[in-house]
């Protein structure tokens, strides 16, 4: 089992670090530079967390519990359109990063008024492919209740933020609501809306951990992050891909971000323990972008096949 960790601190002999999460046997899932800091997001056993702290506080830097690194998130809004995307959809993205998150917007086709939006089944199979959905909606009560059709059927946990105070209860489909987030024609940089924002961060990391949790019960055959690094080190065209994170983690898989046809065969062929990863492994193509999508067996599923 790993923990998910965060580091902020100077780029400085941020090498030393790097060594010890190897040495470790961990896994740095996402790394930033801003000017001369460095934030790192990274796996390592749980029975070397202290060591990792330690390290650390040598280098007069800051660990911090990441229970959002290692996954993806959709933020999806129902256009892209000025009017239909509230400035709290990019809030909530640039937050949720602060976190450990990967995120990624998602603006339905159709979502200029409650009476002609909609969602297609491409766009639905695409938010399936995280691990959590949350749907940023507006400000009136009628409005979002109306378009509860939206994510009804959605099969990943979905959570609502909106203005106005509504019981999840009322909301089929939605697993939380988070209030106080509706459309805002200004940056949330108030008091209310950090603790708005700060209230969306608990919900995503509760659901998140519901989900670790229920994964352990049936987890994948092997953790997304030894994939991830398998990936990485066996398929060199993923050093020349320019898209942050060419390798996302996901909880159950990993995003790949080349593309399928061309290199389908070059990810099916990863050996992991002597195994190649299409018989450990889901692969198919993503309806991002036509990327790789690897899907981890779990046990009870390597049994009933």
Avoid at 144 to 165: A, C, E, M, Q, R
């Amino acid at each position: 089992m790993y923990e998910t960790l965060t580091f902020t601190g100077g780029v400085h002999r941020s090498d030393e670090m790097r060594e010890l999460i190897e040495d470790l046997g961990g896994f740095i899932l996402q790394d930033n530079v801003l000017q001369m800091e460095l934030v790192l997001s990274m796996a390592v056993p749980l029975n070397d967390v202290a060591r990792v702290e330690e390290k650390a506080k040598e280098l007069l830097a800051k660990i911090s519990v990441a229970p959002m690194a290692g996954s993806e998130i959709a933020i999806v809004s129902p256009t892209l359109a000025r009017h239909h995307l509230p400035h709290a959809a990019c809030d909530i993205s640039e937050y949720l990063r602060e976190y450990g998150a990967k995120d990624n917007m998602v603006g339905l086709a159709r979502g200029d008024g409650k009476g002609t939006s909609g969602i297609s089944e491409r766009e639905k199979q695409l938010i399936e492919e995280h691990d959590i959905a949350i749907f940023a909606l507006g400000s009136f009560e009628t409005c979002i209740k109306t378009k509860s059709f939206l994510y009804d059927d959605i099969d990943i946990p979905v959570i609502v933020t909106g203005s106005p105070d509504i019981p999840v209860e009322e909301l089929p489909g939605a697993d939380a609501y988070v209030g106080d987030l509706g459309r805002i024609p200004r940056r949330l940089r108030r008091g209310p809306d950090i603790r708005a924002l700060e209230k969306l961060v608990e919900t995503v990391e509760e659901i998140l951990n519901n989900k670790k949790r229920e994964m352990s019960m049936d987890p994948p055959l092997v953790p997304s992050i030894v994939v991830k690094n398998a990936i990485e080190n066996q398929v060199p065209e993923v050093k020349d891909v320019i898209s942050p994170a060419p390798v996302t983690s996901q909880l159950d898989g990993v995003r790949v971000k080349l593309d399928y046809d061309k290199y389908h065969e070059a990810i099916e062929n990863v050996v992991i323990d002597g195994k190649k990863l299409s018989e450990i492994a889901d692969i198919k193509k993503s309806q991002m972008y036509d990327y790789i999508l690897v899907k981890i067996n779990s046990e009870s599923s390597l049994i009933e096949n």
